[in-house]
Each structure stands twice: as C-alpha cells, then as structure tokens.
C-alpha cells in the first residue's frame, strides 16, 4: 500500500486518478485549493478511511505532521480550459496559472525530493502550441507564442517540465512527465467552455453548436478512463526524466466532431460558425502514442463514439 499525493485532485481528471488509487488500497492525499475545481467531485471519496482532502494551494509549503512518508505525487494542479469567455478558464486565471505551473511544481518537487519520492508532472498537448508537424512526437519542440493568450498556460507548462528535467538530473529526482492530450469524460465542469462541454450542452438544449472558426481545426479526443490508465503506468513504469505523450491518436475536425454529437443527441440544434479561429487556437493536434505504447504497453481503448455516450449520458443527468 502506498502514500499518494494528488495535486489537483478535486478537479475533472484527478478525480477520476483519486478515485482509482483508492479503489486499489492506496491512502490517497488530495491537494486542491478549488480553483477550478469542485468538493462534490470527490464528494464520494470522503468518507473512505484511505482518502484525505486538504484545501490547499500547491504554490504555498504543504507541511502535514500526520503522514511520515509520501511515495509518489501526481502533480495536476492547474486550470486547463482555454476559452476566453470561461471564468473557470487559464485566461480568467492568468497568474495562479503562472504560479501554480512552475512555483507550484517546484514545490512539488522539493517534496518529492525530501520523501524520495516518484514525481509525476502533469504537463500538456499544448506545449507544442501551433504544431508545424503531425502527428507530434515527444521530440518534437512546437511552435509557441511567449506573450500570446495562450501562453501563461503553455509557458508555464515549459517551464514546469524545465523545474522537473534539473531536478531529475542535477537532483535525482525520479520525476517522469506526461504531456496530455483533450481529455473528456463525467465530471468535466459543467459551466466551462471546452468544445466537448459546449457542444454537448447545446446539442441538449437545443441551442446552436457554436464552432469557432471554420472547424476544420482537428483535436483528438481521449476518454478519461484511458487516460487514468495511461497517468498510472506512466508513473510506474516510465524511467527518471521520460517525457510520454498521453492521448488518443483518433483525429477529427471540430466539425465532425459537433456532427456526431449533434446524432448522438438527436438534436435539432443548428452548426454555426464564427469569422475567425481565437488567437493561437491550434489548427491541428495529435498525439504520436507510439512511445507509450511501446514503453508503457498502453494504449487507448475508448472509441470517440463509446466515450461520448457515456459523457452524454452524465450530462442528460445533471444538466
Ligand atoms: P481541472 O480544472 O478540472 O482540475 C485542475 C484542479 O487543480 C482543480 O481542481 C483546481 O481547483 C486545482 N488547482 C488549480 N490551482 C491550484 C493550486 N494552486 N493549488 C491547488 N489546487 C489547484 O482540470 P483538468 O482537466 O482535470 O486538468 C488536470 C491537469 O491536466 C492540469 O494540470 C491540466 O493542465 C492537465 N491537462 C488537462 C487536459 C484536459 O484535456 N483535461 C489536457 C492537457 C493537460
Ligand atoms: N471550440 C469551438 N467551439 C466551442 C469551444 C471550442 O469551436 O464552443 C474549438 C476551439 O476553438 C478549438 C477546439 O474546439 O479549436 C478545441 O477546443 P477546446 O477548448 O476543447 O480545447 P483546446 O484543444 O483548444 O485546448
């Protein structure tokens, strides 16, 4: 049985990590200021004997008396919804965003250190910003604006996986990083502006499927189950330093995308289109898994169509 300590693990995807790791007997500490975040996402998890909830900010010295030793962080901590008219998004957040990437992971790492502990770092597709290369592999270095809108979220991002590379070799940390690609899935915040949460909040109540641009933008979707599976063997079987991207390499315009959820929810509402893609907004995005394929015997099982039933139904529930 292991110490675990979850960044972030109030929020969509830690909770969802929370939520395996206790399943399995591990005693789970859960770090989440609920920035973004939500207590009824863990509401479920309370009252485990194995699970412990701090309201804390990861930017701030996390000091506990009560566990003598941690054996691995997942460090999650951090707003991840890139639309501009979202109040749960990094542009609504610019500076927590800043400083819980890389204080933040500095932090982490100091306690990963202290504990000898393993690290995970929780970075993201967006590190490549505007890719000039499809699929992106691990090597590849992106094409990233420094002062753009996106760029709090994607510089810091950089930065936080600079923090974690010096302290795996001039430090020995055993720090790994996962670079996560659009993850979907129950618990995604309701009131957020991501396509998925958008699109199926429309298509239910019959309101437009707004596309931003023309939609021939292409993301690819992972469902959260995978990408759970993928965040655990990357911390058990990725080495000191190893850099996994961690997504489905299913690619589909935007517009496809509403389509099939426009089906799936046999809905009457209209596609629309706006003049422009936001600044920065990726035009393509997917990941090359071959690496954790290879290393981690990972590999996506969720179809898009499989996941979003699922998603839809969760939404119908609570919408
Ligand atoms: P989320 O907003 O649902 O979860 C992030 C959690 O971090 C929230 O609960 C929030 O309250 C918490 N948090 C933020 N700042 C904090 C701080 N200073 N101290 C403590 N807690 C803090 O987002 P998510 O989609 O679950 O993303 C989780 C991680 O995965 C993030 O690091 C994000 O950058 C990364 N990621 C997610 C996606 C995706 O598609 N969901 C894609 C790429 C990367
Ligand atoms: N998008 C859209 N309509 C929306 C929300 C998003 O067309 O209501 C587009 C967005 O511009 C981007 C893609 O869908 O090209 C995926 O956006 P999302 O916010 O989910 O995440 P991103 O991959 O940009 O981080």
Redesign the pocket.
Known sequence: MKIILVTGGAGFIGSHLCERLVARGDTVICLDNLLTGSQKNIAHLMSKRNFFFFNHDVTKPFVSRKFAKIDEIYHLASPA???VNSPFSYMAHPFETMKVNTIGTWNMCEIAYKFKAKLSFASTS?IYGDPEVSPQSENYRGNVSTIGPRSVYDESKRFGETIVAAFVSKKDLEGRITRIF?TYGPRMNVNE????V??IKQALTQKPI????D?K?T?SFCYIDDQVEGQILAMEKGKPGEVFNIGNDDERT?LEFAKIIKQMTRSQSKITFSQR??ED??HQ?RPDINKAKKVLQWKPKTSLEEGLFKTINYFKEIL
């Open positions: 919804d890139p639309n967006e659009n502006g991501r396509a998925v958008n699109f707004t596309i931003f641009g939609g933008q993301r935007i893609l936001p907004d990726p995005r």
